[in-house]
């Protein structure tokens, strides 16, 4: 069942095309279109994970227990090599193994503190926080409830370990600071 409040996001999201929407407890969030800096980040990234995994941008994540009022849009979301190629606009949180935020400068607060409680409180197991404005990457796992349970710091230009399914080390060399 739709809410009201998403039917109103998705009207608000059609019509400035050229923004990235996301709705965080029926808030709404407009941001304009990446930058170049934050791009590069966010393909440095994709470009690690994408020949294990099926790596997606510009797919909303939705959950039941976020009752239609949140609909998020991570910079990238990882999910199992056997959804390459889909086209699906909305990807079920279940489904969904890390996803990755590269926070903006405009509202760093969404990425750093609101996201991590929607992440958790869908159970997706990972949570990668890549922060140009410190220079540091947080990686978020094991969620229970509105939190996780550990977390992993490394500064950019240190490897940042995933653990299972993934088990991959992420190189971040590529990583800058604004």
């Known amino acids: 069942m739709q809410t009201e409040e998403m039917r109103r ?14 709705m965080i407890d029926g808030e709404v969030y407009l941001s304009t279109v990446v930058t170049s800096a934050h791009g590069q980040m966010v393909i440095a990234i994709a470009a ?3 020949s294990q995994w099926c790596v997606m941008t510009e797919v909303d994540t939705v959950y039941d227990g976020w009752q239609g009022k949140t609909l998020l849009r991570p910079d990238l ?7 390459r190629g889909t086209r699906l606009k909305q990807f079920p949180a279940d489904e ?15 990425d750093t503190d609101k996201k991590v409680k929607k ?19 947080l990686l978020y796992s094991l969620p229970s409830g509105e939190h996780y349970k550990a977390s992993l710091e490394a500064a950019f230009g240190e490897p940042v370990p995933i653990g299972a399914p993934i088990d991959a080390e992420l190189d971040t060399t ?3 600071t604004y």
């Not at 996001?9 to 996301?22: I, N, S, V």
């Not at 979301?77 to 959804?83: E, H, P, Q």
């Not at 997706?124 to 922060?131: H, K, T």
């Open 174 to 176: 590529a990583l800058y």
């Open 119 to 137: 992440y958790a409180q869908a159970g997706i197991p990972y949570y990668l926080i890549v922060n140009p404005i410190e220079g540091r990457c």
């Open 9 to 22: 996001f998705e009207q608000l999201d059609a019509a400035f095309p050229d923004y990235h929407a996301e």
């Open 48 to 50: 690690q994970l994408s």
């Open 96 to 110: 969904v193994i890390l996803v990755v935020e590269v926070v903006s400068e405009s509202n760093p607060e969404n």
């Open 77 to 83: 979301s990882v999910v199992d090599v056997s959804y």
